[in-house]
């Protein structure tokens, strides 16, 4: 009887064991599917023409933007230069370890390099992907403007692009191709992030608030004012 027990027993477990090893067998090549697609989809896409440049925050360092950040900005800037769009938006704000609000350091970045006051607008309140957005989406309101390029790597840019639409703004994308980020563990997270995305299911954001009406109207103000020094 204790014989017979114990086989049913070791049988039950070897089918749980089975089940266990396919679900993960069909995970994993899912999560194969999507690393793929992800660089793959950044890689093809496209900007097209729009009424403002966004570029998504990035980390700063006591100098000014790191590398990565810089290689957004720098395709921000040659966007605007080749005309898809009039204005720039930066957005971020301040990080664990950013000195300066990724929106102000970025903006500063790009007078640097020409492009005018009157064509920049920082977003300085923001502390994730969907914040940027919120944030930029504000600004835009704010103007009257509907359609944006989308700047960031190309690896962030189908899950951005999801973000964006999910929220109303009309965008199309531009991503960083080459890079000084080691890209395999960072499309990996990005791989990640959309499976539970895609899993959970994107809610439409047109309730949620912008990172400056979550801080208050002082800092509203200052995220909606236009950045001009001159």
Known sequence: MLG?????????????????????????????GLYCYTERFGR???PQPADAIIVLG???????????????????????????????IVTGGVGEYNP??????????LLARG??????????????????????RSIMRAHGWRRAIIVT???HLWRAL?????????????????TVLVRPPLVLR????????LLSGLHRADSLPSPAERLGQKDQLALLGAASLS
């Open 162 to 178: 999801r973000e964006a639409e999910a929220m109303g703004i009309e965008a199309s994308g531009a991503g960083v191709k080459e």
């Open 58 to 88: 990035a980390a700063v360092w006591p100098q000014g933007p790191s590398p990565a950040f810089q290689e957004r900005l720098l395709l921000a800037a040659e966007l605007y230069r080749q005309g898809y769009a009039p204005v720039i």
């Open 4 to 32: 017979k027990d114990a086989t049913k027993f070791r049988v039950a477990v070897v089918r749980v064991a089975a089940v266990l090893a396919l679900l993960l067998l069909l995970l994993l090549s899912l999560l194969a």
């Open 153 to 155: 790597h190309d690896f």
């Open 100 to 109: 300066t609000p990724e929106g102000e350091a970025g903006k500063n970045f």
């Open 44 to 46: 093809l896409a496209q």
């Open 115 to 136: 492009i005018p006051a009157s064509a920049l607008y920082a977003e300085t309140a923001s502390r994730n992907t969907r914040e940027n957005l919120l944030g930029a």
């Open 190 to 197: 990005e791989a990640l992030a959309n499976l539970v995305s």
